[in-house]
């Protein structure tokens, strides 16, 4: 069990404690947190149905640089697709958080979320006063969690992988935490 961190960064010897137990705490409060913003934002969506996406994908997007994707969901089909999987995949991100069950894979969706509101809110006028945004930070955070395997404290994950299904599945093991 490490209890210090040492390493080199730029030339430098880095060295600091490590104290497990509380980095497991916060852990578990990011996910909550952040699983928490994420079901909220997809519940609201579902209350106040129906959802329409096309003034994001169609209107905000069009002038930016992730513009030629998104607008290709600005109508049809896609943009029925976008309007229903938006708030389904933010209820998803937000219990697979909140209960820390594929916690990784879930994290990894909120953060391939949030690459499409930093761009286009940060080109619409977001960026005004600095590129570090909220959505930013909110890619950060998601990128975190993914990273540290939060869904093995106190969550659903530490269950999965203790299963004979994942130990005979080694890969599954990329998309809980």
Excluded: C
Excluded at 120 to 129: A, C, I, K, Q
Excluded at 157 to 164: N, Q
């Amino acid at each position: 069990m490490a209890t210090n961190i040492r390493t080199r960064l730029l030339g430098q010897d880095v060295s600091f404690p490590l104290d497990e137990s509380r980095l497991a705490y916060w852990l578990v409060v990011m996910r909550l947190i952040v699983g928490w913003w994420f079901l909220h934002a997809g519940l609201d969506k579902f209350l106040a149905w129906p959802f329409d996406a096309s003034w994001f994908v169609g209107g905000a997007a069009a002038q930016t640089t992730l513009g030629p994707v998104l607008v290709l969901f600005s109508d049809g089909i896609l943009l029925s697709f976008t309007n229903v999987m938006v708030p389904v995949g933010q209820v998803l991100i937000g219990l697979g958080l909140i209960v820390g069950a594929l916690t990784r894979l879930a994290a990894f969706f909120g953060a391939f979320l949030m690459v499409f509101f930093y761009f286009v809110n940060g080109e619409t006028g977001g960026w005004s006063h600095g590129v570090i945004t909220g959505d930013l930070l909110g890619l950060l955070i998601f990128a975190m969690i993914a990273t540290l395997g939060a869904g093995r404290v106190l969550g659903v994950d530490a269950y999965l992988a203790r299963t004979d299904f994942v130990k005979e599945h080694p890969r599954l093991r990329h998309f809980i935490g």
